[in-house]
């Protein structure tokens, strides 16, 4: 099993930054697509952003496209979420997540961090 762990939540105003941060632990972890989740109260799950394991794909959802990056150190085992432009919008549970089958599998991720919450003020 693979287990996620995610830091960096915490309460930032309009126009700020964060920057999540998500270690995996557990068995071998190579070569698995990572990315994000968010949850906003009320609504459903969406992905974010998603990277692949050579980190030469990537996804943005449109709504932060151009705001938010993500990156991976895989010597760490660890993904990232670099958000900026912080938007009351953006105030979700954040969800790091993992799958073997690449980008595309991030869909219906096979891993699942606990989230950690983001809340952006106005």
């Known amino acids: 099993q693979v287990q996620l762990v995610e830091s960096g939540g915490g309460l930032v105003q309009t126009g700020g930054s964060l920057r999540l941060s998500c270690v995996a632990t557990g068995r071998a972890f190579s070569r698995y697509a990572m990315g994000w989740f968010r949850q906003a109260p009320g609504k459903e799950r969406e992905v974010v952003a998603a990277?692949?394991?050579?980190?030469?794909?990537?996804y943005y959802v449109d709504s932060v496209k151009g705001r938010f990056t993500v990156s991976r150190d895989n010597a760490k085992n660890t993904v990232y979420l670099h958000m900026k432009s912080l938007e009351p919008s953006d105030t979700a549970v954040y969800f790091c997540v993992a799958d073997s089958r690449g980008v595309s599998g991030l869909k219906s991720p096979r891993y699942w961090g606990q989230g950690t919450q983001v809340t952006v003020s106005s």
């Open positions: 990277v692949s394991w050579s980190a030469d794909e990537t």
